[in-house]
């Protein structure tokens, strides 16, 4: 088994010019090294309040001094305005800017596919907020509270019903038709239909509905057994070091949603990390993975709660045993399924993972050259950032209910999580343009960064951004060269 490795985000290898401190010497890092130091000096880098102190460079912060600067930095958006005595004020204040923005949004083209064609000449934009103010951000605690959502919502109008009605015709035919019911979730499932149709299209689940039982039966089988083989090795020598990393990485997970801090959870996600890593040795247990069992948990407990209880805060002790074991099973093969398709995120030094960071400059510096400009004036280095978006999916940077609306659509995108994920973070990225552009300090720009404020946001947003994703995508159809970076 490899040694554990592989973190959220790196950490800042280099002072900025506007850094409150100044080197005398600055050693200059070479760009083929730049990602091997930090692999060989990054700890474990999940969340602010993981340790007692965070690093910039090599001046050490404390978090209050952090979170009070985090703080500074919201307000000085509302620099024009007199500032709230404390943050619940702060919301109060910017929830009437806020529904405006909500108000001014244009409407979601479907996906051309669905539709049956695509204009090239529309262009969905993000409409910002009266200067001077600043969406809810994460760094806020109150935001949990006021804007707390459920994981899986629940939505019953007519549309919603007619919309359910197709997919459940497409799935009780004897072969599933998956082109279409790829069109069909691009632009959302229902969640009663949800865990049957990412099996489907995670193809873990064979179209032909015959086959559907016995594969069930025998993939989750299958499963349990490498437990009974493999579980019991997890305190031997030679794979401590992996199981620890584990145990230590799970509490962390989603820590604003109660159901993930139930110990019966904890040990399901226990148990299905060291399988994958048991069995995977190429890469072994990487920080991220965990994320990306989530998704795939909750919507497949959704199937098995009862429709009047909340999935975030149900008691899945109260869960039959075999219905558990479903969930637990049917999650580790999907995520196993996904990860075959990105695995070179998460091999050593994660190749596939540094590919996309630099993609990702190439491709905001053709779509928002002022934002790519001003990252680079300010010696923010897009690693720095996106490495965290590319190793967990971008679930780290929105709720919970936003990150199963996500992968709904990247499910339906060929190669959603590979390629198209790209896309989406790009337009990510440029749905804060604004917001960004306003900061003038590599500080504030950090900050922001790693806090955007999505703590509010709802399938409404999701829907821009993989319209705007889509939208890139074919922008750039005919010339992925452009991806690349131009050779010296």
């Given at each position: 088994?490899?040694a554990?490795?592989?973190?959220?985000?790196?950490?800042?290898?280099?002072?900025?010019?506007?850094?409150?401190?100044?080197?005398?010497?600055?050693?200059?890092?070479?760009a083929?090294?730049?990602?091997?130091?930090?692999?060989?000096?990054?700890?474990?880098?999940?969340?602010?309040?993981?340790?007692?102190?965070?690093?910039i460079?090599?001046?050490?912060?404390?978090?209050?001094?952090?979170?009070?600067?985090?703080?500074?930095?919201?307000?000085?958006?509302?620099?024009?305005?007199?500032?709230?005595?404390?943050?619940?004020?702060?919301h109060n204040h910017?929830?009437?800017?806020?529904?405006?923005?909500?108000?001014q949004?244009?409407?979601?083209l479907p996906h051309?596919?669905?539709?049956?064609?695509?204009?090239?000449?529309?262009?969905?934009?993000?409409?910002?907020?009266?200067?001077?103010t600043?969406?809810?951000?994460r760094?806020d605690?109150?935001?949990?509270?006021t804007h707390?959502?459920?994981?899986?919502?629940?939505?019953?109008t007519?549309?919603?019903?007619?919309?359910?009605?197709?997919?459940?015709?497409?799935?009780?035919?004897?072969?599933?038709?998956?082109?279409?019911?790829?069109?069909?979730?691009?632009?959302?499932?229902?969640?009663?239909?949800?865990?049957?149709?990412?099996?489907?299209?995670?193809?873990?689940?064979?179209?032909?509905?015959?086959?559907?039982?016995?594969?069930?039966?025998?993939?989750r089988?299958?499963?349990?057994?490498f437990v009974?083989?493999?579980?019991?090795?997890?305190?031997?020598?030679?794979?401590?070091d992996?199981?620890?990393?584990?145990?230590?990485?799970i509490?962390?997970?989603?820590?604003?949603?109660?159901?993930?801090q139930?110990?019966?959870?904890?040990?399901?996600?226990?148990?299905?990390?060291?399988?994958?890593?048991?069995?995977?040795?190429?890469?072994?247990?990487?920080q991220?993975?965990?994320?990306?069992?989530?998704?795939?948990?909750?919507?497949?407990?959704?199937?098995?709660?009862?429709?009047?209880?909340?999935?975030?805060?149900?008691?899945v002790?109260?869960?039959?045993?075999?219905?558990r074991?479903?969930?637990?099973?049917?999650?580790?093969?999907?995520?196993?399924?996904?990860?075959?398709?990105?695995?070179?995120?998460?091999?050593?030094?994660?190749?596939?993972?540094?590919?996309k960071?630099?993609?990702?400059?190439?491709?905001?510096?053709?779509?928002?050259?002022?934002?790519?400009?001003?990252?680079?004036?300010?010696?923010?280095?897009?690693?720095?950032?996106?490495?965290?978006?590319?190793?967990?999916?971008?679930?780290?940077?929105?709720p919970?209910?936003?990150?199963?609306?996500?992968?709904?659509?990247?499910?339906?995108?060929?190669?959603?999580?590979?390629?198209f994920?790209?896309?989406?973070?790009?337009?990510?990225?440029?749905?804060?343009?604004?917001?960004?552009?306003?900061?003038?300090?590599?500080?504030?720009?950090?900050?922001l960064?790693?806090?955007?404020?999505?703590?509010?946001?709802s399938?409404?947003?999701?829907?821009?951004?993989?319209?705007?994703?889509?939208?890139l995508?074919?922008?750039?159809?005919?010339?992925?060269?452009?991806?690349?970076?131009?050779?010296?």
């Amino acid at each position: 088994m490899r040694a554990v490795y592989g973190a959220m985000h790196p950490p800042i290898t280099r002072s900025p010019r506007s850094s409150p401190r100044k080197e005398s010497a600055v050693k200059k890092v070479e760009a083929s090294d730049s990602f091997l130091d930090y692999q060989e000096s990054v700890n474990d880098a999940w969340e602010c309040g993981d340790d007692e102190f965070c690093v910039i460079s090599d001046v050490k912060i404390s978090n209050r001094i952090v979170q009070s600067a985090a703080l500074s930095v919201i307000n000085s958006h509302r620099s024009r305005q007199a500032p709230p005595d404390n943050l619940a004020e702060l919301h109060n204040h910017l929830q009437p800017s806020l529904g405006t923005v909500h108000s001014q949004l244009p409407e979601v083209l479907p996906h051309p596919a669905v539709a049956g064609a695509h204009s090239t000449g529309a262009v969905l934009t993000y409409n910002p907020p009266v200067e001077g103010t600043l969406p809810l951000s994460r760094l806020d605690p109150s935001a949990a509270l006021t804007h707390r959502t459920p994981v899986i919502s629940t939505s019953g109008t007519e549309r919603d019903m007619a919309k359910q009605d197709k997919f459940e015709e497409l799935l009780s035919s004897s072969s599933t038709n998956l082109s279409e019911l790829r069109k069909l979730s691009w632009s959302g499932i229902p969640p009663a239909v949800r865990a049957v149709t990412w099996r489907l299209l995670n193809g873990y689940l064979p179209a032909n509905a015959e086959r559907r039982e016995d594969t069930l039966r025998r993939k989750r089988e299958e499963y349990w057994s490498f437990v009974n083989q493999y579980y019991d090795t997890r305190h031997e020598d030679i794979y401590q070091d992996t199981f620890r990393q584990i145990h230590i990485d799970i509490p962390r997970m989603s820590p604003l949603v109660p159901l993930f801090q139930q110990v019966v959870v904890q040990r399901m996600f226990e148990r299905i990390l060291y399988i994958w890593a048991i069995r995977h040795p190429a890469s072994g247990y990487v920080q991220g993975i965990n994320d990306l069992v989530t998704p795939f948990f909750i919507v497949f407990l959704h199937e098995v709660v009862p429709k009047e209880e909340k999935v975030d805060t149900y008691d899945v002790e109260l869960v039959a045993e075999e219905d558990r074991a479903v969930v637990e099973a049917d999650s580790f093969w999907c995520m196993s399924k996904l990860l075959d398709g990105i695995q070179d995120n998460y091999t050593f030094a994660q190749p596939g993972i540094q590919t996309k960071v630099q993609q990702l400059g190439e491709l905001v510096k053709r779509i928002d050259v002022n934002l790519h400009q001003h990252l680079q004036s300010h010696e923010i280095d897009y690693l720095q950032f996106s490495f965290r978006w590319f190793n967990n999916l971008l679930m780290r940077e929105m709720p919970l209910c936003c990150t199963v609306r996500l992968w709904d659509t990247l499910h339906a995108e060929p190669d959603g999580f590979s390629h198209f994920v790209l896309y989406v973070c790009a337009a990510f990225l440029k749905y804060f343009s604004h917001h960004l552009m306003a900061q003038r300090d590599f500080q504030g720009l950090m900050l922001l960064l790693q806090n955007l404020p999505t703590s509010g946001w709802s399938d409404g947003e999701i829907s821009l951004l993989v319209a705007e994703a889509f939208r890139l995508k074919y922008m750039f159809a005919d010339a992925p060269n452009h991806l690349q970076a131009a050779k010296k």
